[in-house]
């Protein structure tokens, strides 16, 4: 419908009517739009329904293009009469009805604005929404027609006011405006906030007052500009901050004691320190940093040539990185020059540079230091390695730092196997207890060391005693550190202490007077029943008040026979005689002497023991037997002392006649099996000779008795030692008829004479163990193997055609014989195995932890063939040996010693026999 005029305007006219028409109204208008916020008058304009006015969005619209610049009035004027200038000062005339193409047009552009147009009425209530109104503010045209434009993009806190300013507005037509446009807070539809420019006009519309207005997104403008002048500020920022990062660097770089230099991609000094033109220029004679590496020779620590493309700027130079590379810089008139730790840098692209930096310290003094401390630690750990006790480094909670050798030697672990221990799991579980209360102590600052002396469990097993002195070494401040102990192996002489209370106890109870005498023949010593037998206290017979009377005959013959004794135990181990003796109440006696060598580490007589046995009643029973035949053989039978009547008819010399009870137990066979035997069967083999001569000498009327000692075998493998008096009964015509000997029991007695004549643990002539030791081990050794249940061995050795050649080229080619024969014995064995020399020709190895029996018989055999190779003696004969060995293996019922060996014994003779029987085939 046509616009109504508003209230106390004019009535509309048609084009041409009035005076001057819309034309003035139109161009007030344009005019009050150009100065944002003019009214212009909707009366007499024509509509865009060409009812001859313009309609609210024709007004709207040539507000719009005035606001934006744009020249329009053309279009409004396009068609209309030409009127005289004689009106243009008159009233305004009707509105003239304008060609519809222009309104069109206007809508056209409204609708194809980039910016979004909104007019609202009076009540605040949205007219007009374009789509730029729309693409803005996610609101279609329909949505937001009719809407109150507080709802739709006025923020929350704001709508208050400018529901305020709407009411203001439309009560009072109050319509002042700002000038230009505004930047004001919006927001969409979804709730995201943004910012527009918004240019607002007012017209009066329909008896009313509309606003307009043209917004303009400016969300991404803005952000532009804050970024802009967030960019500015930190540029400022970063530029006082360069400023002063330079500074700093300057100072820094000049406070540090570390040399820098920076170079450039062509090696031209850029930069460098005050530390580093003191090491480079230290006479401060160049002030070009490029010349003060050309008085240098470039070396490495060890002096040899340092290329140039290998130091550490060349490498930074070539883009490597560097860290602490030594080098030697030495100018012609120094001696030793400069050492330098040098670490370089490449400087990459990315910083705007190309080129290397290095850094470098002066370790001149440090290098020399270190040599110093090295060649100090060295010599340290040499004599600490090189020690002959043990010595050990200790944490505070007591595991092995650092041990040497000898401790390692004492102990038998190796120095990985002691890292994973402490002291307190290889000690003695019995010494334990005690040294952790001094240790205790120790820790807590009490004692500053102690000593004891303990046990320690040796890696084999067994148990090692040591003298321990334990010191805790602390620092300069008093803080303890580690603690340090020295061990002396004192297991031989703990054990030669138990040995000698042992025999000591043996000596006290042993019934045969045992006397013990110095190189000159002083006495040392006697047992009490030396006192017993001679009837004289034990403490005159030490204070030497009965020697006189102890000796017997004529001074001449008792010096004789002294000198005779000492003569030949200058050669041999012992000597056997009768000594006469005065008791003290006055009776003469004879006592049957053993007297046993003792020689010290240079095989010099350094003392002898004698072991006597008064012989008087026994010679007083033989001179009674041969009195009393009848009594004899009453006797026979029920003799403790084993009896035996051997033939001596030619042809059945020692065959076995007749035997007491006695000398069945002590052969262990009975009579029936001994009645059709010879002497010569139960004899040991090295005995038969001596019995042969024996017999001889009687049978010829040499001698009328023989009294010695041998060796019987025993049924069950083992020998017996006897001392045997035998005398000839002859016929009526004076041949020999048979022998009746008396076989008593020696084997204690020799036992504890050999017992006593072992006191060193080492065979003198060739260096191996003895008997003691052998003894010893093999009881440990027995004990072992019943609680690991793992086999032992023991190889019984004897020599095969070793008597010819001792007796062919002397005891000195003998005595080489078996030094070579032990150190063959002992090269054959593992190092396990403990190699003994019984004496004579006679070897024991013991063998622990087999693995099986055959490791034994492979040891036997290596040990067949070492000593069976030919020897060269010192007088250039060739000589060869053999050997006999036999083998006794531990099983789980072995729990003593003695049978193992025994095993050993009768095995060898069993080996023994063999070979001659074959050597006779």
Known sequence: ?????????????????????????????????????????????????????????????????????????????????????????????????????????????????????????????????????????????????????????????????????????????????????????????????????????????????WC????????????????????????????????????????????????????????????????????????????????????????RPDRSRFPMRETPLARALAGESTDDVEVLLQRPDQEHGTVLS??????????????????????????RSQGQLE???????????????????????????????ALRRILGYGEADLRTRTWRDITHPQDLAGELVLAKRLLAGEIDDYALEKRYLHAAGYVVWVDSSVAM??????????????????????????????????????????LINDADGTLVDCNPAMAAMTGYPQEVLLLGRADASLDLGDPAAQEARRRAAQEHLV????????????????????????????????????????????????REAAEELRQAEERFRHAFDRSPVGMVLTDLTPGDEGRILRVNDAYCSLLGRSAADLLTMREQDLTHPEDVENDRAAVERLTQGEDSSATYEKRYRHAAGHVV??????????????????????????????????????????????????????????????HRASRSMRPLAVLFCDLNGFKPINDTYGHAAGDELLKVVGGRIRESVRPADTVCRLGG??????????????????????????????HTIASGEEVRVGVSIGIGISDRCTVDPAEILARADAHMYEVKAISKVAGRR
């Open 571 to 618: 050669a041999h181990p012992s000597w056997h005689g009768d000594v006469p003796f005065l008791h003290a109440d006055g009776s003469t006696h004879i006592a049957e002497c053993v007297t046993v060598a003792v020689r010290d580490h240079t095989g010099r007589l350094d003392r002898t023991i004698s072991v006597l046995r008064d012989a008087t009643a026994a």
């Open 342 to 367: 040098v670490s370089g840098r490449p400087l990459g692209a990315g910083a705007g540079l190309h080129g290397a930096v290095a850094v470098f310290s002066d370790i001149t003094d440090r290098k």
């Open 721 to 782: 030692w006897v001392e045997v008096n035998t005398a000839m009964v002859a016929r009526a015509d004076g041949t020999p008829h048979y022998a009746v000997t008396q076989a008593d029991d020696i084997t204690a007695r020799r036992a504890e004479s050999e017992r006593l004549a072992a006191l060193a643990l080492r065979d003198p002539l060739t260096g191996l163990g003895n008997r003691v030791l052998l003894e010893d081990r093999l009881k440990l050794a027995v």
């Open 212 to 299: 307009h207005a043209f917004v303009r997104d400016i969300s991404h403008r803005r952000e532009h500009q804050r970024t802009l002048e967030h960019l500015n500020t930190v540029l400022r920022s970063a530029e006082a901050e360069a400023r002063q990062q330079s500074a700093l660097m300057s100072a820094v770089m000049n406070s540090i004691s570390d040399g820098v230099v920076v170079i450039d991609e062509n090696g031209d000094p850029l930069l460098h320190n005050e530390a580093a033109k003191a090491v480079l220029d230290p006479d401060d004679t160049c002030d070009d940093p490029a010349q003060w590496l050309s008085s240098y020779r470039i070396l």
């Open 375 to 405: 060649q100090a630690e060295t010599r340290w750990r040499l004599t600490l390695d090189h020690a002959p006790t043990g010595i050990v480094l200790a944490t505070l909670d007591g595991r092995f730092l650092h041990t040497n050798e």
């Open 1 to 209: 419908m046509p616009d109504e005029p508003m209230p106390g305007t004019q009535p509309a006219c048609t084009p041409g009517s009035g005076p001057g028409g819309a034309r003035p109204l139109l161009l007030a208008a344009l005019a009050g739009a150009a100065a944002v916020g003019v009214a212009v008058a909707a009366t007499g304009l024509p509509g865009a329904d060409g009812s001859g006015g313009l309609g609210p969005l024709a007004v709207l619209l040539l507000a719009y293009l005035a606001l934006a610049g744009v020249v329009v009035r053309h279009l409004l004027l396009a068609g209309r009469p030409t009127e005289a200038p004689a009106h243009r000062a008159e009233a305004p005339a009707a509105p003239v009805a304008q060609p519809r193409p222009g309104g069109d047009l206007l809508a056209a552009m409204l609708t194809a604005s980039p910016d979004a147009f909104i007019a609202t009425d009076s009540a605040g209530l949205v007219t007009h929404w374009n789509p730029a109104a729309e693409r803005m503010f996610g609101w279609s045209g329909a949505e937001a027609t009719g809407r109150e434009l507080a709802e739709l993009i006025i923020p929350a806190e704001l709508r208050a006011s400018h529901r305020e300013g709407i009411a203001r507005f439309a009560a009072t037509g109050e319509r002042a405006l700002p000038s230009s446009a505004m930047e004001l807070p919006a927001v969409h539809r979804d709730g995201h906030r943004l910012t527009v420019e918004m240019a607002l006009g007012t017209l009066a519309v329909e008896g009313g007052w």
């Open 473 to 514: 070494v602390r620092d300069e401040n008093g803080e303890a550190l580690h603690i340090v102990m020295h061990l002396q192996d004192i297991t031989r002489q703990r054990y030669v202490e138990e040995q000698l209370r042992s025999q000591a106890a043996v000596f006290d109870v042993i019934h045969d007077a045992v």
């Open 841 to 870: 020709d006679e070897f024991v190895i013991l063998c622990e932890d087999l693995d099986a029996p055959s490791v034994a018989e492979a040891i036997a055999e290596r040990i067949r063939a070492t000593v069976g190779v030919p």
